[in-house]
């Protein structure tokens, strides 16, 4: 009587399963090493006993199954770890409301006619100054002496036609050269009042007023006085 015998697993199958422990979804991961678990059993029971599989090739299809299901143990984990994370980061955040903070950003509040901004220039020149609205219009354009180091820009909202411009977010930019005409690089950051937190972002973001500010580019924290 002829034996049936079911093809043996394949090594392309086996690392399929490993593959997508790295790159697929909790749910892909799972379905993948049930499908690995239903191949191997099935190639067991149906496997011609005239031409059993060899125990090599067994012991090593035993040790890439422990990998999956060590892999997929580990995805569970670090699922379960990025979640207290997340949790405790967001705990942290609550503590910023009402604080002055100062953030990497070019985009800060105009207010009660001012709105300033730190700049940190690589070396002294000038640059030249272009203030955009939230819809991204230019409303002013100016010049600054530049310094070497860390100072100061105030815009008292007056527009380049002389316009008052209304309160709400701008933006600014910097195009910093030297005597030569060489580029400086001008770095800018923001201060302000820390109004409220957004929580729908994979970083907690900060609000202050209609900023958004995320909590990885925070530079220092200080007590609103």
Known sequence: MAVSNTGKLSNSQIAAAQNNTATGSGTSIANNFDQFLTLLTTQLKNQNPLDPLD??????????????EQQLKQ??????????????????AIGFVGQTVTADGAATQLKEGKAEWKLNASKGGTGTVTI???SG?????????????????????????GSTAPEGEY???????D?????????TEIT???????FSTTV????????KVPLDRVKSVKATS
């Open 132 to 134: 955009k609205d939230a």
């Open 204 to 211: 907690p973001t900060l609000l202050i007023g209609a900023i």
């Open 179 to 187: 005597v030569s005409g060489a580029a400086i690089t001008v770095k």
């Open 55 to 68: 125990t090599n090739q067994f012991t090593q299809q035993l040790v890439q199954f422990a990998g999956v």
């Open 75 to 92: 995805n569970e984990t670090l699922t379960a770890l990025l979640g207290v994370s997340k949790a405790t980061t967001g705990a942290s």
């Open 171 to 177: 933006t600014i930019t910097i195009d910093g050269r």
């Open 137 to 161: 219009k230019v409303v002013f354009s100016g010049t600054k002496t530049l310094t070497a180091g860390d100072q100061t820009y105030s815009w008292d909202g007056k527009t380049s036609t």
């Open 192 to 198: 302000g009042k820390v109004d409220g937190i957004d």
